[in-house]
């Protein structure tokens, strides 16, 4: 029988946020912001088992408590995509294992969300992710930041985490893609030719990218505690 397995790579900086400490360590509600991703992983009855990928330069983890059920893979690469193909390397999964990889920085995915997921996806040939439908009007500009033309929005998803493939393709995808140009693996499965299956997915579950989403994340974990 397969296993469904959440990995969760962790080792970048966060740059854009523009902190000394990396993201996934910054204080959210007090605890460090990983900590909240792992927390709604490990509760979820479906899941398996979860497994976060570090930098072997990692010099913050330790510094916190972590649940022992979680497995630690100190092999994290240069990029998402990198670190992704090096932790499937470590955990050795069976190829029709069910991979489920989140961004660390995704806090408020919500049981629901995971449940729908791992649900619609449960059967399905090729896998697919969380994504919501593009509700604003899209410009695309030019290099003097001028609208250049209007997008037609009626077929543009934004992509989501987690997103869950089977753990054998997932490997052969991310072998045969650049893996610096690969910012989500499903475009290393489009690569491939397959299509994955776009489940929709919540507002609530965004990426804390800016200083300004740390308020809002921490709202979001307030209101649901409450």
């Not at 966060?14 to 990396?22: D, E, F, K, Y």
């Not at 990029?79 to 029709?96: F, I, K, P, T």
């Not at 997932?170 to 072998?175: E, I, N, R, V, W």
Request: hydrophobic letters at 50%.
């Amino acid at each position: 029988m397969s296993r469904l397995i959440a990995l969760v790579p962790a080792a970048g900086s966060g740059s854009r946020i523009g902190t000394a400490v990396p993201k996934q360590y910054l204080p959210l509600a007090g605890r460090p912001l990983l900590a909240h991703t792992l927390a709604a992983l490990l509760v979820h009855p479906a899941i398996d088992a979860v497994a976060v990928v570090i930098s072997p330069e990692d010099e913050w983890f330790d510094s916190y408590e972590w649940p022992q059920e979680l497995a630690v893979l100190r092999c994290g690469g240069a990029s998402r995509a990198e670190s992704v193909a090096n932790g499937l390397v470590q955990l050795a999964l069976d190829d029709d294992d069910w991979v489920l990889v989140h961004d660390a920085a995704r806090v408020g995915i919500s049981q629901a969300a995971l449940t729908r997921l791992i649900a619609t996806l449960a059967s399905d040939p090729v896998g697919g992710l969380l994504a919501l439908p593009v509700p604003d009007t899209v410009k695309r500009g030019d290099s003097e930041n001028r609208v250049a033309d209007t997008l037609p929005r009626a077929d543009l998803w934004l992509a989501q985490t987690p997103q869950m493939f089977r753990a054998g393709l997932l490997k052969q995808a991310l072998a045969a893609a650049p893996l610096a140009e690969i910012t989500d693996e499903a475009s290393a499965i489009e690569r491939l030719g397959f299509s994955p299956r776009l489940v929709e997915g919540e507002a609530g579950n965004f990426k804390v990218t800016y200083p300004q989403d740390l308020t809002l994340a921490e709202a979001l974990l307030s209101a649901r505690a409450g």
